[in-house]
């Protein structure tokens, strides 16, 4: 499991603290040791879109929208977990609080559609 946040960064950004970079480190640690079958489970991904380093719902999406894309080109990518659902009321500094696919108030972020969008090019 991972939990390969790159915000405010896009996953295929290339500092040196991107997950998705600091993946392929990883990779290449598991070859030596000959492990070149188990997939990667992104068990949390997400960013912020109100607060500090917040990356607001337009960049949200394309975020998210992003890492969906390059996990289903790599078949050693396994299941991607978003946090959060909703929004959270944990005091206007947190950034946990602003996490959600939906506002506090149950209004669908920008993402949701796009979410709807890759889920119908699955089937």
Known sequence: ??????????????????????????????????????????????APTVGDRSVGEHEQKGMIAEAFNLAAADARIGPVFLYTLRDLDLGAGNPESNFGLYSENGEPKSV?????????SCH
């Open 1 to 46: 499991g991972l939990h390969p946040y790159t915000y405010p960064e896009l996953p295929s950004g290339s500092s040196p603290w991107n997950s998705f970079r600091i993946m392929d480190e990883i990779r290449e640690m598991m070859a030596e040791h000959g492990d070149t079958t188990t997939p990667f489970w992104f068990t949390e991904f997400g």
């Open 112 to 120: 949701v559609n796009e979410l709807q969008r890759i889920s119908s």
